[in-house]
């Protein structure tokens, strides 16, 4: 089983930066592909982005590519995702997703393994 706590939401205003950190346990992180998702007020959990455990590769959707970075310190068993640039629909709920597998491209839903219970991140226009 593998453990995951996320934190660093809140409120912010648009064009504002935020951190969010996601910290494993519980098994050897290194070999977790690891990934963020993120769901607004009445919509569908949607794909952020997702790193590969394997070569790193990384896999970013549209709607933040060139804005949100995901990185890893496997020394840390953590993930972060750095958000820059932040817009009103980039609020939600973000979760953070871990894979035992190793990715050949974005990640959905119904392959994650493990799951965080998400931290709130609201931008004010």
Known sequence: QVQLVESGGGLVQAGASLRLSCA???QTFSRLSMGWFRQAPGKEREFVVAMN???GRT???DSVKGR???SRDNAKSTVYLEMNS???EDTAVYSCAAVRT???GPL???GVDYWGKGTLVTVSS
Do not use: D
């Open 24 to 26: 494993a346990s519980g």
């Open 86 to 88: 932040l817009k009103p």
């Open 108 to 110: 959905s839903a119904s």
């Open 102 to 104: 190793v990715l050949i």
């Open 68 to 70: 949100f970075t995901i």
């Open 59 to 61: 896999y970013y959707s």
């Open 53 to 55: 455990w394997s070569n």
